[in-house]
Nanobody, 124 residues
Framework: QVQLVESGGGLVQAGGSLRLSCAASGRTISTYGMGWFRQAPGKEREFVAAISWTGISTYYADSVKGRFTISRANAKNMMYLQMNSLKPEDTAVYYC?????????????????WGQGTQVTVAS
C-alpha cells in the first residue's frame, strides 16, 4: 500500500518562504514521476509543479514559475517544494502525488496516489 504524507505547511506572511516535504512509503519512488497540486476553498484542484523520475525534467504552473522549485531525493523516498515570495493567492491545501509512470505529469489524471494534503496560508 502506497502512502504519501505531506508536511511543512503553515501560516506565513506575504513574501515569506515555506518548504513542503512529501514522504513516500510502501513503494520506492525512484522510477515514478511525482508532482504537487493545490486546492483553494471553492476551487478545483490545480497543478503546481511536476518532476520526472530522474529529476531532470520539471514543469511549473505559470503562476508559480520563478518562485517555486520542485526537487526529489530518491534515496530518501522524498519529494520537496521550495516556495519563495509567497503571495496570498498561494493559500491552499497542497497535495503531493505519485504518477503512474516515470514522466512529469501536469494533469491530475496522470497520478495514481495522493497524500492527504498540508495547509498553506499566506497572510497579506
Amino acid at each position: 500500500q502506497v502512502q504519501l504524507v505531506e508536511s511543512g505547511g503553515g501560516l506565513v506572511q506575504a513574501g515569506g518562504s515555506l518548504r513542503l516535504s512529501c514522504a513516500a512509503s510502501g513503494r520506492t519512488i525512484s522510477t515514478y514521476g511525482m508532482g504537487w497540486f493545490r486546492q483553494a476553498p471553492g476551487k478545483e484542484r490545480e497543478f503546481v509543479a511536476a518532476i520526472s523520475w530522474t529529476g531532470i525534467s520539471t514543469y511549473y504552473a505559470d503562476s508559480v514559475k520563478g518562485r517555486f522549485t520542485i526537487s526529489r531525493a530518491n534515496a530518501k523516498n522524498m519529494m520537496y517544494l521550495q516556495m519563495n515570495s509567497l503571495k496570498p493567492e498561494d493559500t491552499a491545501v497542497y497535495y503531493c502525488g505519485l504518477a503512474r509512470d516515470a514522466g512529469a505529469k501536469t494533469s491530475h489524471e496522470g497520478y495514481d496516489y495522493w497524500g492527504q494534503g498540508t495547509q498553506v496560508t499566506v497572510a497579506s
